[in-house]
């Protein structure tokens, strides 16, 4: 009998196809994000639009905006954001949280730091397809402790969106997606399914380790990595130090996109519509006539 390793064998294990360096670059108001997708030379991985390394520090932030025709993912990976939109939902995640905010027909909202020092954390937008942009806005929101986290021959991983090591998560996602925060201690080898239609990546945030390839070079922190075809993925940690990274993938919509900044819809003429109902207050917009952030006033926009 052969050793077997891991309970999972994947018989085609995806390789990366391309690789990104996100550099940092400013956004919102005084913030700073490195972006991956959403960047000019990578505008769209459907069905993700933008990802985001974010890093704020007060006054600095993203006041007051719209978002129409897909999803916002928050995780924070150091410090706390509070969130108020113009329904009157407020709310502040630390370090571990996050929230899953499905903007739909539209949101106008503000993330502002909620302490002192450095907030870090990541942004996934996802798509919406053409039949789910114009839904009711809705929010999920999960604190860390209630993230399942589990562990085995030195991975961990938490598990944000589907299913991992036999645990899922309860966050509904509308475009079917999953998000997994992984932990390798040195030495450590993982096997991940990834259903084979869909489009995923790597996005490495500590560390350094081996993707899709035991003999390939080392990659890390701050680089996107593309996935090709293939059953899942494979990953090492060689060093002498954790590899920590998220593995995200999605099916992809296959849909004609046209965005303009926070919205996304399917042609042109919903884009004007959209643009329209924003400056009239109408279709999902009504609210946004007299509302104005707390965080906003205070800062005296
Ligand atoms: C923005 C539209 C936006 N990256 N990362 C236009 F929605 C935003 C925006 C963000 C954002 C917010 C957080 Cl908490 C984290 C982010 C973009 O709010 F900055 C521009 N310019
Ligand atoms: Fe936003």
């Known amino acids: 009998m052969p050793l077997i390793e891991n309970s999972c064998v994947l018989e085609e294990p995806r390789l990366v196809v391309r690789k990104f360096l996100a550099r940092p670059q400013h956004e919102g108001f005084g913030a700073i994000v490195r972006r991956?997708?959403?960047?000019?030379?990578?505008?769209?991985?459907?069905?993700?639009?933008?990802?985001?390394?974010?890093?704020?520090?007060?006054?600095?932030?993203?006041?007051?905006?719209?978002?129409?025709g897909f999803e916002t993912v928050t995780y924070m990976l150091q410090g706390a954001m509070t969130h108020e939109d113009f329904e009157g939902h407020k709310g502040t995640i630390c370090t571990g949280d996050l929230q899953w905010m499905t903007a739909g027909r539209g949101i106008v909202h503000s993330e502002m730091p909620a302490a002192q020092g450095i907030q870090k954390g990541l942004q996934l937008w996802i798509n919406l397809s053409s039949k789910h942009k114009m839904i009711e806005p809705k929010y999920q929101e999960i604190s860390s402790k209630d993230i399942a986290e589990v562990s085995k021959d030195g991975v961990k991983v938490r598990v944000i969106a589907g299913e991992a090591l036999g645990t899922k998560s309860p966050i509904y996602t509308r475009t079917p997606t999953m998000y997994l925060d992984f932990s390798l201690k040195p030495g450590a080898h993982l096997q991940q399914p990834i259903p084979i239609t869909w489009n995923a990546f790597v996005y490495v945030l500590e560390g350094e380790g081996m993707f899709g390839n035991a003999k390939s070079l080392p990659i890390s922190a701050h680089h996107l990595l593309l996935l090709g075809n293939g059953d899942g993925l494979e990953a090492w940690n060689k060093s002498s130090k954790t590899l920590r990274f998220i593995l995200v993938g999605g099916e992809p919509l296959g849909e004609p996109l046209v965005q303009w900044g926070p919205f996304v819809m399917n042609t042109q003429e919903e884009i004007d519509q959209t643009i329209g109902d924003f400056e009239n207050f109408v279709n999902g917009f009504e609210k946004a006539r007299y509302w104005r952030s707390e965080a906003a006033v205070s800062l005296g926009f």
């Open 36 to 68: 991956s997708i959403g960047r000019f030379e990578l505008k769209y991985f459907d069905p993700f639009l933008v990802l985001d390394e974010f890093s704020v520090t007060a006054p600095a932030g993203f006041p007051d905006h719209p978002h129409r």
